[in-house]
């Protein structure tokens, strides 16, 4: 009887434990914003600080009169912001006059800009196509986290989100990015649309819609229309996140 007891008790206490281990994550808050107009400036909000050289693109300053009467100030061809306060911050580096180093011609009015660490060499990559909104989810262990809201200038794929951590040794990953995702499951992403974005407990669900068009007789006309989303689940033991689609 008491080593029944004995083992009920200690798959009791696995089990309690198994539970315990699982990360909580919070309701993403957005923490600030950067954007990219078609003319080629950058525009940043809500950062705690920053330090921007102003844009002085003479040409864009005759042709728009509102940039020569004040609104000049907030915008920038090159700079460094700061989102966030205390260990949560998270720095952008961004410089529209490496256009030719950075311009992705796969997407319309891009640049690559660099987000991470106020070192730039402990950034991550990402893209600013017209703006992204930078979100700031609070965990109950070590990893912090931050969803970027990416709005695309061209329209085709609508919104997509971009998942950056900060681990315990101050060092920045990416842990996923839909727009790179979606193509594991559709030849076209330009089918498929993100919708809204929930945290479950450790896990984030992303869904989205299918929309297919094409020619029925001589008429060009949605064809298809459907529906799915992508679940990322913390694995606390790879400190990384699995991914599934489910088609709904």
């Known amino acids: 009887m008491k080593k029944g007891l004995m083992a009920g008790l200690t798959m009791g206490t696995i089990m309690i434990t198994s ?96 987000i991470g660490g106020k070192d730039v060499n402990n950034t991550i990559d990402i893209t600013v196509t017209c703006a992204t909104n930078i979100n700031c989810i609070k965990t109950d262990t070590d990893e912090k986290m931050y969803l970027l809201v990416n709005e695309d200038a061209g329209d085709v794929t609508g919104i997509t989100y971009t998942l950056i951590g900060k681990r315990s040794d101050g060092s920045y990953v990416k842990y996923f990015d839909t727009y790179d995702i979606i193509g594991r499951y559709y030849a076209n992403k330009r089918e498929v649309r993100m919708q809204n974005i929930k945290v479950e407990g450790d896990e984030i669900i992303c869904n989205y819609c299918v929309t297919r068009y094409g020619y029925v007789g001589q008429n060009y006309q949605k064809t298809y229309e459907g529906y799915g989303k992508l679940c990322f689940k913390w694995d606390d033991e790879a400190k990384w996140f699995g991914v599934e689609n489910n088609t709904l």
Not at 20 to 25: L, Q
Not at 57 to 62: A, E, I, S
Not at 76 to 103: L, M, P, T
Request: charged share 20%; proline share 6%; glycine share 10%.
């Open 19 to 114: 539970v315990c281990s699982a990360m909580t994550m919070q309701a993403p808050q957005k923490i600030g914003k950067i954007s990219l107009p078609p003319m080629g400036w950058y525009e940043v909000k809500g950062a705690t600080t920053h330090e921007g050289v102003p844009f002085k693109n003479v040409r864009y300053l005759m042709s728009y009169p509102s940039l020569r009467t004040g609104n000049g100030s907030k915008i920038f061809d090159k700079g460094v912001a700061c989102f966030g306060n205390g260990e949560d911050c998270i720095y952008v580096h961004y410089d529209a006059r490496d256009g030719r180093a950075s311009y992705l011609p796969n997407r319309n009015n891009s640049f690559v800009s660099k």
